[in-house]
């Protein structure tokens, strides 16, 4: 015997309730899409030349910072919120202005730049010349429910011409009371310039 269509739906309703009630049980501070944010989030480096300041050199002197592969979740403007190791969802309202790997690139160039004094380039401005190059995937850059914190997990690799690979894995957390656009913003800016910090104190070694 079939069932009637009316309580067929009623089933389907109630299936898609209980599934998004992990979603539902962060009180509203996430969302999977909606209007347009208020505000456009980005990230400022702590460490940055002064103004008017130069640096020259030949490109076999400069550093390379490439742009930072990513996982699925962060080749995108929203900001993560990792419920699971198997669900995400996003903060409500928080927008980056550029992608993640972008922005976070922004602040190493800018950071490697004020720390070692040298030319910082991005790829594209090299050409066929190759000196230092510091690439690396990020792997975390959102907020993660277990921890209560924002989390950026970023494994960096130095390459220099005719010396061996290096490769090493950074990370910080800060533990934050509001998940809100300017909370995380401005949480996941502090522990990014951190981890920039520390990358650019390692490859300089």
Not at 37 to 66: F, K, Y
Not at 87 to 116: C, H, I, M, N, Q
Not at 127 to 147: A, K, N, P, T
Not at 151 to 173: H, I, W
């Amino acid at each position: 015997m079939s069932h009637h269509p009316t309580s067929q739906m009623r089933r389907t309703l109630v299936a898609l309730i209980a599934s998004g009630a992990a979603v539902l049980s962060l009180g509203g501070c996430i969302s999977l899409g909606g209007k347009a944010p208020a505000q456009l989030l980005t990230l400022t480096a702590d460490a940055a030349p002064n103004a008017g300041s130069m640096a020259q050199s030949t490109v076999r002197d400069a550093i390379i910072v490439e742009v930072p592969t990513v996982e699925r979740t962060l080749d995108q403007v929203r900001v993560p919120v990792h419920i699971s190791d198997s669900a995400v969802a996003y903060v409500a309202d928080a927008v980056w202005a550029d992608k993640p790997a972008r922005l976070f690139r922004g602040v190493l160039a800018e950071t490697l730049a004020a720390k070692s004094g040298r030319l910082v380039l991005d790829q594209v401005e090299t050409g066929s010349e190759r000196g230092m190059m510091l690439s690396g995937q990020l792997l975390r850059f959102g907020y993660d429910q277990g921890l209560g914190a924002v989390v950026v997990r970023f494994d960096a690799v130095v390459r220099n011409p005719g010396a061996p690979l290096r490769k090493q894995r950074f990370e910080a957390s800060e533990q934050i009371g509001a998940v809100d656009a300017v909370t995380v913003g401005a949480a996941l800016n502090r522990t990014a310039n951190r981890v920039a910090a520390d990358v650019a104190a390692w490859s300089a070694g």
